[in-house]
């Protein structure tokens, strides 16, 4: 799937994960992206400490 993003051109979305790194941090939906010149980024669109009041 190609995802468009902020900068010129399309990126291509490798896949989407959920990441607990620790007991008091998940990371939910990032995604991997390949950019154009052949690396790889990851966007964490949300992240929520568990407990944490709503912001």
């Given amino acids: 799937m190609s995802t468009p993003?902020?900068?010129a051109g399309l990126r291509d979305c490798v896949a989407f994960v959920d990441v607990d790194l620790n007991?008091?941090?998940?990371?939910y939906g990032p995604r991997l992206?390949?950019?154009?010149?052949?690396?790889?980024?990851v966007y964490?669109?949300?992240a929520v400490a568990p407990g944490a009041p709503p912001s």
């Fill in 5 to 7: 993003t902020k900068e």
């Fill in 44 to 46: 964490a669109p949300q």
């Fill in 33 to 41: 992206v390949r950019q154009a010149d052949g690396n790889h980024l």
């Fill in 23 to 27: 007991d008091d941090v998940r990371l």
